[in-house]
Every structure is written in C-alpha cells, then in structure tokens.
C-alpha cells in the first residue's frame, strides 16, 4: 500500500452539538422535529410515542417524548442527565448531547458541551432573552464551543414577528459582546409546526438566512482543531520482543493537536530529551505524515527513556512545563471541595496528586459577577490556583481545547468531582 | 495525488483506539468481550489496529448461553485462531448447574441471566474493566449510558449515580471488587458498524446474510424453528428468506425478510429501515418500555 501523502478535512463527516434550554423553551421538541423530518425516527418508535401520548390522554403524536430516557424521567416527566442521539443525513454525521436546562444541571450542560463543536440555545420568543438564556451563552463561552446558534422558537405564538425576532436578536448580541463567542447565528424557527428547522415552511418568508440544517450541515468545523502545536500524549508503549521486532519501541497515542511529518525535530516533555521522528504507523502501513486527530504509532531515531504520561512536542515550539497554574473550574460534585485535601488531577495521559491553592473568585452564572468564596459546591465555577505533585505540560484552554483542559478526582470515592480549563500563565 | 478525507468513520475509529489504549494502560485487568456478533467483530479490528504489532495487552471472553447459532460459534473459533489471542469463554450451563441460575424452562430465553454468569466470570477473574460492544443508539436507556460505565460490588449500573464524562479524559479508577465496562464504539450507529465492515473488509457469521430457513410467526415478529423454538398449536413452519440483524440467544432472537445478500445490500437496506434493530429483533426489549434498563441496573451489558 502507497503511503498516504496528507490527509484533508474538506469533508469532515461528524459534527457534535448541544441543545440548551428547557423542557418549556421546546428543546425536546426541536430534537423531536430534526429527528422527525430528517427521517431518523423508526417506526417503533413512532409507534411506541404515539401509544404513550394515547395513555397521557393527549392528541397526536408528542414528538417531545422521543427523547424521553429512563423509567424515573418518565415517572417524572423530567430529564435527568446528558443522553446522546444520532442522525444523519446525506451531508453529514451528527451527534446530539442532550443535556436539561434546570438551573442545578450546570454540570450537565457542562458535561455535555465539553466534547462539542456547536451549541443551541433556544429561546421562547414570547420571553425573549432570559436569565438562563445568558447562563447557557456563558457556559458556552467558558468551555469555547467554537460555534453558537440561537434558535427563537415558538414564532407561530408571537404571530411570526420579524420585530420580535430582531429584539431578540440584539438584546443577545448585546449580552454575548462580553463573552468569548465569535461566531453566533440566529434563526427564528417554530419546532412545533416545523418552521426552519429542517422545513423552511410559508411563514418566515421575511427571513432569508438558513434553515437550521442547512447550518449544522454546512458549518465549518476544520479550524475547531488547533491545527499549528503538535502535541502527542504518548498513550501505551509498545514493545513486542518478538523474534522478528525484538528491538521495535513504538509509541502509541493520539495526535491531539497540529501535525508531524517523517524526519521532523521532536521533543520530549517534560524531560526535555530530543529526537526525530523515524516512523509514522498505521495498521495499513506507514505514512509520511499524520494530523490531529488521528490516532497513531510513532518511532523515533534514538533510544530515550519515554512512558506513558509523557508528551512529544515539535522542538522549538515548547509549551509550558510548571508545577502550578490556574484554571477555571466546574465543581460537578455533591461533596464540596475541601481546601486542605489533596485529589488527584488527570490532564492528557497523565495522573498527578494536586491541591487547589487559591480560590480567587466564584462567578455568579447569571450575572457573570465575581464573589469571594472559600469553598466550592456542585455547579459552582471559580478561578483558582493549583499545585500539582509532577510537572504538567500546559496549553491554556482558549488556545488548545483538547491539551488545555483537565478532570479532578477525588482519591478516596474516585468520583469526578470537577472539571478544569487551564488558563494563560501570568505575564 | 487526491488526499482522501478525513470520514465520520475515521474520526468514530480514532476515538475508539484512543478508548481502548486508554483501558490498557490504566486499568490492572481488562477482558474484552467477543461473542462473534458484528459489533464484537468490529471491536477486534479496532484492537488490532489500537495494538498491532503486539498482542493484546487483554484476554478476549464470550459468555455462552449454549442458545448460540451454531455458525456464530464456528465463525468465533476461526477468528480467535487467525487473531492468535487467547479466548476465555464461560458458560450458563456452569451457572445453572451450580443453582446460580434457575430457568422455569429448559427453552426459556438466557439473555436476561447471561448477567449472572458474566459477573461470575468476572469475579473468578478478578477483571476491572470489560470492554464491549454496546452503543448507544440501539435503546433508549443505552443513551444515557458513558463511554466508560462504572459499576458497584454487586455489578449493578445506577442511572442516576454515574461520573460525569468530560471532553475525552476517561475516570478508569476502581475500588477493589468493582468494575467498569467499556464501550469504544458508544457513538456507533448500525449504519457506521455496516459501514465500517464493508470498509475493513471484515467477515461475519453467515446468518448476517439472507438465507432460507424456517420460521414462525409469533406476537410481531418471526422465529427461527430450532431445538428450542418449535411451532405451538395453531403456528405453522414456514420457510422464508430472512437474514439476522443481531446474532443472540436463539430462542428470541428474531430475522427479518430480506434478500440482502452481501455487506453492500446491507449497507443500502440498513440506511432504508424503518425499523430499530432492536425493535426488529428481541422479543425480550418488547416487554414494557424499560426493560433493557431494568435488566442493565441488574448487571446486564
């Protein structure tokens, strides 16, 4: 097999997206309909909903019960926790996190917004832009999904108003100037009657944007990537000691970030040894170059003492190597942090003892006001300092989302009790 | 020359080796479970290629309800051999005959009590992690369900207690006695597992593919005739053209009619159906609306 020169991202087939907003704002009925009208619904389904909304004693087919989970939802009527859906369609592959928008679910939509490429916050046009409209954008913002869609449902209630629409949207724009999010789209839509949502329908003709589909089919997603700082994690070490590869040391792992070519100048962190890249593998055989975020088999021309933990950086293009820094942190637990306790902190494919140092302020979600605290309880997110047992290589968050970010564990319930976002050293 | 793109299946088959180099490293006592269904298949693949060229840092395991088809067992013998790995396989048998396992009927459905043997199993090998080939798009409760799925001392799976799962930094950690299952191709689909076969170019058991064979009807699916499913007064055999969609306990796993003859007809009758695949398929997901939830909180895959 020849070797496979580059690898392009003209096509990138999966996009991930979160829904933000609340059972009321339609949110289950928007994922209903894109479900719905994509034909991603199966009969059973179809069926099965259609018998339950028959037993609430309701008309039609409620296309909100799709999304519907476990046995204690039901029994509630609540959503409980992140559920994950799929659907397709010629274009592209997609991957819904469903996460609730309940005021205590901060960690869910947290949970659920980590691994996106794109958030949709719903807002009722009849409410217009509400207090939990700016926590979903703030959170958005924090954990730097790269592309925001505001969908203001329930037109067909506020008689398709292109004013109310356009209020909306500046009282939003408003707001989001002071957050991170570069790149927001509005769409005014009605999931109930299928109104731009995959459907443009006859009721918004003054809107000439695109349907919502359109947009998730269409965004571009290559630059999601930090495609500039190569930064491997070395995963597993393999050394088969057979007869035929009985000297055979490759490093295994996944390129997080940028790219690395045969012959390329590497360094080791964080003991700083150099090398260069001899071998690039694939299980079909190896290439020349390989990008994020393929996962691959690297051997390097020199015999250098790496594990697991370690990571394989361009020389020249060194990250910092520091034993404390600061981040942002979601508190996802129900025990709150302990100042005076040690836990334990997984950034990449390493595992260090940690304490958190300093606690500088705690942000209200609501008013982005920053308040003393000296603890830290579920859903709370605070700028803190922390020390850490072994040097970690650190990527501030904002440029590098896949090296920049960290999980907290607690040793004893091996819980994780929260989730981290490096921040830019002190100048 | 034209790069080819980087496709959904290699961002889905990234994320799966990541997954599992992640478990080999940090867990002391992986297994990964193999029955020789298309799912399990595709996950030796991913192992070969998360692995190669060592061997597997984990034993492969198949928990037998002796229900199997008998070409899936074959078609589980051949791979282990070609793969070189090593294949523990456990039996309900051994389970029912140490009273561990009490059937109302010799021909009742196993799979609900293939939950007994597999935390047997992993008991009596002390495994930390099983990886299987569970996604989350075949029922509702498996939506909820993390990549890596923490489960107590008793085996159990509490829905409303479960680690919150960042970005893809996985918690592997375990007391003594408990356990996580490990599911690389969570984000799978049917249509990307079809898919990702047709690309590989891997083989599977032949009852994937249609074929004559006997059947009745009952409730709202067919029943292959076997040892264990025979017609009932007012049932009539019939010989019909169907294929298998999962590969299961014989006694409830239904086919489906179709001519879909090779990977590729599949591939196009999978992207057509109206119908889930467990929907399609197991008389026991029909019971009442949670029934893979209930039987999931009791140590079921």
Known sequence: MSAIEKISFDQTGLLRFITAGSVDDGKSTLIGRLLHDSKSIFEDQLTSITNTTRKRGMQGVDLSLLTDGLQAEREQGITIDVAYRYFATPKRKFIIADTPGHEQYTRNMVTGASTANLAIILIDARKGVLTQSRRHAYLASLVGIPHLVVAVNKMDLVDYSQPVFEKICQDFAAFAEKLNLRNIEYIPMSALNGDMVVERGDQLNWYQGSTLIDLLENVSIEDDINHEDFRFPVQWVCRPQTKELHDFRGYMGRIESGSIHVGDNITVLPSGLTSRIKEIILYEGPINEAIAPQSVTLTIEDHLDISRGDVLVKTGETPRVTKAFDAMLCWLSEQPLDPNRKYLIKQSTRMVKAVISRIDYRVDVNTMAHEATNTLKMNDIAHVGLKVQQPLVCDDYARNRSTGCFIVIDESSNNTVAAGMISPAEE | ?301
């Open chain 2, 1 to 301: 020359m034209n790069n080819p793109p980087f496709t959904h299946l290699d961002a889905l088959e990234s994320e799966a080796i990541h997954i599992m180099r992640e478990v080999a490293a940090e867990c002391a006592n992986p297994v990964l479970l193999f029955s020789g269904g298309k799912d399990s298949i595709v996950l030796l693949r991913l192992a070969e290629k998360a692995f190669r060229p060592g061997r597997f840092p984990f034993p492969l395991m198949h928990i037998d309800t002796e229900h199997n088809f008998p070409e899936v067992i074959e078609f589980r013998d051949q791979r282990v051999k070609e793969l070189g790995e090593r294949l523990i396989v456990r039996s309900m048998e051994d389970s029912i005959k140490k009273g561990r396992v009490v059937l109302r009927s010799e021909n009742q459905s196993r799979n609900a009590f293939q939950s007994v043997t597999l935390l047997d199993a992993i008991a009596e090998f002390k495994f930390d992690a099983c990886i299987g080939g569970a996604r989350r798009d075949e029922e509702k409760a498996r939506a909820k369900e993390r990549i890596f799925s923490f489960r107590d001392e008793f085996g159990q799976w509490d829905p409303k207690n479960q680690r919150p799962e960042l970005w893809d930094i996985y918690n592997t950690r375990t007391h003594p006695g408990e356990n996580i299952r490990v599911f690389p191709i969570s984000n799978w689909t049917e249509l990307d597992v079809w898919e990702y076969i047709a690309r590989e170019k891997l083989e599977v058991p032949r009852i994937y593919f249609a074929h004559q064979r006997a059947v009745i009807r009952r409730a709202a699916g067919l029943l292959p005739v076997s040892h264990l499913v025979q017609p009932q007064e007012g049932e009539k055999m019939e010989q019909m053209i169907v294929r298998f969609r999962t590969v299961g306990d014989m006694s409830c796993t239904c086919p489906v009619e179709s001519d879909a003859a090779n990977v590729e007809e599949i591939i196009a009758e999978t992207a057509m159906t109206r119908i889930t695949e467990r929907g399609a398929t197991r008389m026991d997901d029909q019971t009442s609306d949670a029934s893979m939830e209930l039987r999931k909180k009791e140590g079921y895959f």
